[in-house]
């Protein structure tokens, strides 16, 4: 199930890169940045976004054995999003799935 799992955490992976790459060609960064500071759901969806964020590195801060490795995995969350934590889970997501998991379904896995 773990390998399953991992190809459809990669495929949004993917799409958001894709997605990304495809903004930064056709859009305007910085008009889209004012726009989103200057506006009270722009603010509220940057909030939202970045406490996501602050979730994602706490899985992360809990989930990494030493502190070095965690800090590499964290502190791009903040800069590269969720393209880089879903890198993360695609990568750890076998010790995610048996630390989740009840220990009979950890078992099979």
């Known amino acids: ?12 992976t993917l799409v958001l890169t894709a ?5 930064v060609r ?3 960064f910085a008009g889209a940045g004012d726009w989103l500071t200057g506006q009270p759901w722009g603010i509220v969806t940057l ?3 970045y406490f996501g964020f602050v979730l994602s590195a706490l899985v992360v801060a809990a989930t ?3 502190w070095l490795p965690a800090l590499f995995w964290i502190l791009p969350i903040f ?10 889970f695609i990568l750890r997501w076998p010790q ?14």
């Open 1 to 12: 199930m773990p390998s399953r799992s991992r190809l459809l955490l990669l495929a949004p």
């Open 19 to 23: 997605l990304i790459i495809w903004a």
């Open 47 to 49: 909030g939202d976004l």
């Open 79 to 88: 800069v590269l999003g969720n393209v880089w934590t879903g890198l993360w």
């Open 96 to 109: 995610v799935w048996r630390r989740l998991a009840p220990q009979d379904r950890a078992d099979a896995a």
């Open 64 to 66: 990494e054995r030493r």
């Open 26 to 28: 056709a859009g305007d």
